[in-house]
């Protein structure tokens, strides 16, 4: 198990009022496993990422992440944790407007104390990984929504972390560069042996890629299932709204629709 948590509870102050958002949640991850998490604005999936990436704590249970109890870290471990061992790729891309895709992707190096040739080295072959090997010096405005993640990618993989979090990574591309970036990822997923933790509300997005999803419900996670397990069993009315919005496809259809679009 790369990661396991149990009971988490997470409230957030509001004025005088405390705010429950996560509540009673177990959810745990295989190595190489590729996890989707679907549920409306406001059922907590950020929030359950931000405490997955060690960017947040919970207000109650238990957090292990390769083998680390993650609630035991002091601040300066936790930062450690995060910055080697977790990648994080946005839907708003977050690179610096000014900064080249090389220095753009060696922003994590320079946290982690990597000297300036390593770094640069380190980045460049980052850089590569994505096929971006022509485009160091750019500037983001010089490039494509679809090139701009795939700097986002090569940053979350400078470290060389074994967990890729991804917070609706390719809601803000169009269809296409969808699947292109939806195929590195795959890509990329056999050839590191990574794990993804992957928010998306696009059910087409999910059933392609995913190992299990995740459904999140008023800050309680309500199903967790393999994707067609998932469409037969259906417990949840949320989920049953979610799905009876598609047709149903068989299992040869979705090895196909995979094959097609790489
Ligand atoms: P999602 O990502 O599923 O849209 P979020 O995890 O962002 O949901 O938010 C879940 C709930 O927690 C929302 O009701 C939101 O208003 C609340 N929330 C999130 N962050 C904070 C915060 N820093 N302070 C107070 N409430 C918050
Ligand atoms: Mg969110």
Same mark, same amino acid.
């Given at each position: 198990?790369?990661?396991?948590?149990?009971?988490?509870?997470?409230?957030?102050?509001?004025?005088?009022?405390?705010? =429950?958002?996560?509540?009673?949640?177990?959810?745990?991850?295989?190595?190489?496993?590729?996890?989707?998490?679907?549920?409306?604005?406001?059922?907590?999936?950020?929030?359950?990422?931000?405490?997955?990436?060690?960017?947040?704590?919970?207000?109650?249970?238990?957090?292990?992440? %390769?083998?680390?109890?993650?609630?035991?870290?002091?601040?300066?471990?936790?930062?450690?944790?995060?910055?080697?061992?977790?990648?994080?790729?946005?839907?708003?891309?977050?690179?610096? =407007?000014?900064?080249? %895709?090389?220095?753009?992707?060696?922003?994590?190096?320079?946290? %982690?104390?990597?000297?300036?040739?390593?770094?640069?080295?380190?980045?460049?072959?980052?850089?590569?990984?994505?096929?971006?090997?022509?485009?160091?010096?750019?500037?983001?405005?010089?490039?494509?929504?679809?090139?701009?993640?795939?700097?986002?990618?090569?940053? %979350?993989?400078?470290?060389?972390?074994?967990?890729?979090?991804?917070?609706?990574?390719?809601?803000?591309?169009?269809?296409?560069?969808?699947?292109?970036?939806?195929?590195?990822?795959?890509?990329?997923?056999?050839?590191?042996?990574?794990?993804?933790?992957?928010?998306?509300?696009?059910?087409?997005?999910?059933?392609?890629?995913?190992?299990?999803?995740?459904?999140?419900?008023?800050?309680?996670?309500?199903?967790?299932?393999?994707?067609?397990?998932?469409?037969?069993?259906? /417990?949840?009315? /949320?989920?049953?709204?979610?799905?009876?919005?598609?047709?149903?496809?068989?299992?040869?259809?979705?090895?196909?629709?995979?094959?097609?679009?790489?």
């Amino acid at each position: 198990m790369i990661l396991d948590l149990k009971g988490i509870y997470k409230d957030y102050q509001q004025g005088k009022m405390t705010v =429950p958002v996560l509540k009673d949640v177990d959810f745990s991850m295989e190595e190489g496993e590729y996890v989707a998490i679907m549920g409306p604005s406001g059922s907590g999936k950020t929030t359950l990422m931000n405490i997955i990436g060690c960017l947040d704590l919970p207000t109650s249970g238990s957090y292990e992440l %390769a083998g680390q109890d993650v609630l035991q870290c002091k601040d300066r471990e936790l930062a450690d944790v995060r910055l080697n061992s977790i990648g994080f790729v946005f839907q708003s891309f977050h690179l610096l =407007p000014r900064e080249s %895709a090389l220095e753009n992707v060696a922003l994590p190096l320079i946290y %982690a104390g990597v000297k300036k040739p390593d770094r640069e080295k380190r980045a460049a072959a980052a850089l590569d990984r994505v096929g971006l090997a022509d485009r160091v010096e750019f500037k983001p405005t010089q490039l494509s929504g679809g090139q701009k993640q795939r700097i986002g990618i090569a940053r %979350a993989l400078a470290l060389e972390p074994k967990l890729i979090i991804c917070d609706e990574a390719v809601s803000a591309l169009d269809v296409s560069v969808q699947a292109q970036v939806l195929n590195l990822l795959q890509e990329l997923k056999e050839r590191l042996g990574l794990t993804y933790f992957f928010i998306s509300h696009n059910l087409n997005v999910v059933y392609q890629v995913s190992d299990r999803v995740g459904v999140m419900y008023l800050g309680k996670m309500v199903e967790i299932a393999a994707y067609d397990q998932l469409y037969e069993k259906r /417990y949840h009315p /949320y989920t049953e709204a979610l799905l009876s919005a598609i047709p149903q496809v068989d299992a040869d259809d979705r090895t196909e629709r995979i094959q097609l679009n790489r």
